[in-house]
């Protein structure tokens, strides 16, 4: 199993159609928030099950807050994370994620990439398609893989 993690395109998809034609096929993808009224187009250039979580710039948007969802062994925490005060790091999130049994979770909103293997969660932050916050600024993503055995493999990708 293949799937695309992204979050923050605040509305510009530009990018986010360069990632789906180089990481295609995917079997999911999943957006972290910040999407800005793009969630239908979104869904149409995807063309695989798409979940979508509201981020602090999604005013009007009927998405959810978080989402709890169940990937392969794992149980997974979808949110942006600006309730979990993420610009200062990835404690707080960490011990929520653990404290409700999730091994991994999976925000946004800095726009900086995390990939952290802590002793009881996994945390990831696949940074910003539009607008990176990271050192060199480069738009970035998450690929997770689930292999034959079910074991999750996460890599950092950058569009240059």
């Known amino acids: 199993m293949k799937i695309l993690i992204i979050s923050d395109t605040h509305g510009r998809h530009y990018n986010l159609k360069q990632v789906l034609k180089r990481a295609a096929p995917i079997d ?10 793009g969630e239908e187009e979104i869904l149409q250039m995807a063309q695989c099950p798409t979940e979508m979580v509201a981020g602090n710039n999604d005013f009007f948007s009927g998405l959810e807050r978080e989402k709890e969802l169940q990937i392969g062994k794992y149980q997974v925490l979808l949110t942006h994370g600006h309730y979990y005060y993420v610009s200062t790091g990835i404690r ?9 049994g999730f091994d991994i979770v999976m925000f946004g909103h800095t726009h900086r990439p995390v990939i952290d293997y802590g002793k009881d969660v996994i945390v ?32 950092l990708e950058y569009l240059e």
Request: aromatic share 8%; no cysteine; net charge negative.
């Open 124 to 155: 990831l932050n696949p940074g910003s398609l539009s607008f990176p916050r990271q050192e060199g600024r480069k738009p970035s993503y998450i690929i997770m893989e689930l292999d034959e055995r079910g074991e999750a493999y996460f890599s």
């Open 92 to 100: 707080e999130i960490q011990r929520e994620a653990k404290g409700r």
């Open 28 to 37: 999911l993808l999943l957006h972290l928030g910040d999407v800005e009224g």
